[in-house]
């Protein structure tokens, strides 16, 4: 194939222009097309597991551009703190942090807003990252995703959605609105797009950062994190909840699992049938409000007597259930 499509490719005057760049980004795209087919053909077999594979489609035109360079293509990182890239040349980069060892490979994205990053993977050594571990046993607690706040934690902590991103949304409606009033093919309508792209970009960015933040927050005060499976991958791919805080919380909860993972923490997911809303944490009776009609009801009386807040009332029974998990080995972490 690489012969084929890169090799012979290059000498038909159309594609002449494939020789401008570093044979290696040919090559990891061919690579990339490889996996993407496997995959598919592992998918169809049954012998890859999860949500089913199509076949690889043409890259969808966001945008985002993106090239590949690995090791055996020479890339170097010079000592006056420049990007060597092979027939590109030394580029000037703003370090966001140091490299901890040699990266094996780099990536370099073009965003639809004109701005370039260059990614680096790189190999770190297993607990690398651990943290010490707490043996106090208050600190564990559960998430419960609430309806009016981005998480509540053990206690009735609450983690706000974050003023920017609400802000950054209407900004994007705004935008979007706008652009579908352009006609088409006009310069004002390039403009729109653009603005549309910078206001993707900027929630992107602030949105990631925040949640890295949370995240370790979390993972420093607690010795184990229980969360609710709401199968967030489908809702926020869904055309009914795509609000960026749904969206956020699945990337939320992706982050803290990995994170849990590398610095030793324990994780766990119950189920998200486990009525954590309708259960009575002081008495165990289905009391709790359910359904439509209960999503409004903020504060709630048992028959127990017992009075609850919704959320921090979750958040025990969703801690005690990933205790009972993780104790009876049933955690799928
Ligand atoms: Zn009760």
């Not at 043409?58 to 010079?78: E, N, V």
């Not at 260059?118 to 770190?124: D, G, H, P, R």
């Not at 929630?203 to 609710?228: C, F, H, M, P, T």
Request: proline share 3%; with cysteine; hydrophobic share 35%.
């Amino acid at each position: 194939m690489s012969k084929a499509l890169i090799t012979e490719a290059k000498r038909h005057p159309d594609r002449a222009w494939l020789a401008e760049v570093s044979f290696t980004v040919l090559q990891q795209s061919l690579r990339d097309v490889d996996r993407a087919y496997n995959n598919f053909f592992a998918s169809l077999s049954g012998k890859r597991q999860g949500a089913r594979v199509g076949p690889p489609r043409f890259k969808r035109r966001s945008g985002t551009q993106s090239i590949r360079f690995t090791r055996g293509a020479a890339f170097r990182i010079l000592d006056n703190g420049r990007l060597r890239l092979p027939k590109i040349g030394a580029l000037k980069v703003a370090w966001s942090r140091d490299m901890p060892s040699d990266p094996s490979s780099v990536t370099v994205l073009k965003t639809p807003t004109g701005k370039y990053y260059a990614s680096f993977v790189i190999a770190v050594a297993d607990g690398a990252q651990k943290l010490e571990p707490l043996d106090d046993s208050d600190t564990e607690t559960g998430v419960d995703h609430g309806l009016a706040h981005f998480a509540v934690l053990r206690g009735g902590r609450v983690v706000e959605s974050p003023r920017f991103l609400r802000t950054l949304e209407r900004k994007l409606k705004r935008a979007q609105r706008a652009l579908a009033g352009k006609t088409k093919g006009s310069a004002n309508r390039v403009k729109a797009r653009v603005k549309v792209a910078k206001i993707h970009e900027d929630i992107k960015y602030a949105r990631s950062d925040w949640i890295n933040k949370q995240v370790i927050g979390i993972l420093r005060e607690n010795q184990a994190v229980y969360v609710e499976d709401l199968h967030v991958k489908g809702l926020a791919r869904g055309r009914s909840a795509k609000s960026v805080h749904d969206a956020s919380f699945g990337m939320f909860l992706a982050r803290l699992e990995s994170k849990a993972q590398r610095t030793g923490r324990t994780f766990a997911r119950v189920d998200r049938c486990f009525p954590s809303t309708r259960l009575c944490s002081e008495c165990g009776a289905l009391t709790g409000p359910r359904g439509l009609e209960g999503l409004n009801i903020r504060m709630w009386e048992c028959e127990c007597g017992a009075v609850h807040d919704r959320d921090r009332n979750a958040e025990i029974n969703i801690r005690r259930e990933g205790q009972r998990l993780v104790a009876a080995g049933q955690a799928d972490t």
